[in-house]
Nanobody, 115 residues
């Protein structure tokens, strides 16, 4: 049974930092990533990382966020720095299983950045 469980969301002030974690089980994902969705907005890429460690970022978070991955712990992290109110969203963890060509999603964790 494949599961992805996010944690670490919360309320922070603008300029602050937050670290999200996503613990997974049931598969070894070719890629894992973070996506976010704000009210009235489309879900957008935040960051994605492969098994080899190569990463890509959405334009709005480049230079502020960093994704990392522990293969042994089946866990992916998102370090968020210099947070802005426009970063407020529900953040979702995604894993892609290349064996069956399927995406799996976590339940999401709320991040709120106040002015």
């Amino acid at each position: 049974q494949v599961r992805l469980v996010e944690s670490g969301g919360g309320l922070v002030q603008a300029g602050g930092s937050l670290r999200l974690s996503c613990a997974s089980s049931g598969a070894i994902f070719s890629t894992m990533g973070w996506y976010r969705q704000a009210p009235g907005k489309q879900r957008e890429l935040v960051a994605e990382i492969s098994l080899s460690g190569s990463a890509k970022y959405g334009d709005s978070v480049k230079g502020r966020f960093a994704i990392s991955r522990s293969i042994g712990k089946n866990t992916v992290y998102l370090q968020m720095n210099s947070l802005k109110p426009e970063d407020t969203a529900v953040y979702y963890c995604k894993g892609y299983d290349g064996r069956i060509q399927r995406d799996y999603w976590g339940q999401g964790t709320q991040v709120t950045v106040s002015s």
